[in-house]
T-cell receptor, first 113, second 113 residues
Framework: GAGVSQSPSNKVTEKGKDVELRCDPI?????LYWYRQSLGQGLEFLIY????????KSGLPSDRFSAERTGGSVSTLTIQRTQQEDSAVYLC???????????FGQGTRLTVV | DQQVKQNSPSLSVQEGRISILNCDYT??????FLWYKKYPAEGPTFLIS?????DKNEDGRFTVFLNKSAKHLSLHIVPSQPGDSAVYFC????????????FGTGTRLKVLA
């Protein structure tokens, strides 16, 4: 499809394990975002990639969280030593240059047990 | 420090009537404001946006109003339809810094048939 694709859709992991979440943005979109939505909360900004510029990591909640974007396309969000409070829906979005709005994927629901 | 606030967690409206969703912002300067709609288990989808230099933008059944002196944004849906039942998020893009979205906590709209 032509939309933002995230995988896996659902992930259940044990506390202390590492997880990787993948985002395939819309082809040609230069900006890529990661957000998360915890139960009953709004969308919390995590990280923003724009072209070849240094990413804005100001929203990452701890050093257990990291993200990379390879070749200006696919992005991976990695959470090390997962904790129960990391349980949330992780949303990826991409935006073409010159556009105001971003397009979101369906999200990855992460459950840490 | 929540910069974008949606103070009504839920709203119920009769089909055919007007739905008015509200959003307030504080402190920061913003260039654009956007509204997104989110169905369960899906990512947010863009609805409508408004530049900070305008006070109204209309797209079909959706109209967004911006009152800069009151730092208030509203989304009007008329006539409301049962398919409009979803969670609505307002978002703002800051004037300075990176081009990221600051979201409110959302308002759950239920349109009653």
């Amino acid at each position: 499809g032509a939309g933002v694709s995230q995988s896996p859709s659902n992930k259940v992991t044990e506390k202390g394990k590492d997880v990787e979440l993948r985002c395939d943005p819309i082809s040609g979109h230069t900006a890529l975002y990661w957000y998360r939505q915890s139960l009953g909360q709004g969308l919390e900004f995590l990280i923003y990639f724009q072209g070849n510029s240094a990413p804005d990591k100001s929203g990452l909640p701890s050093d257990r969280f990291s993200a990379e974007r390879t070749g200006g396309s696919v992005s991976t969000l990695t959470i090390q030593r997962t904790q129960q409070e990391d349980s949330a829906v992780y949303l990826c979005a991409s935006r073409p240059s010159g556009n105001t709005e971003a397009f979101f994927g369906q999200g990855t629901r992460l459950t840490v047990v | 420090d929540q910069q974008v606030k949606q103070n009504s967690p839920s709203l119920s409206v009769q089909e055919g009537r007007i739905s008015i969703l509200n959003c307030d912002y504080t402190n920061s300067m913003f260039d654009y404001f956007l509204w997104y709609k989110k169905y369960p288990a899906e990512g947010p989808t863009f609805l409508i946006s408004i530049s900070s230099i305008k006070d109204k933008n209309e797209d079909g059944r959706f109209t967004v109003f911006l009152n800069k002196s009151a730092k208030h944004l509203s989304l009007h849906i008329v006539p409301s339809q049962p398919g409009d039942s979803a969670v609505y998020f307002c978002a703002a893009i800051p004037t300075s810094g990176t081009y990221k979205y600051i979201f409110g906590t959302g308002t759950r709209l239920k349109v009653l048939a």
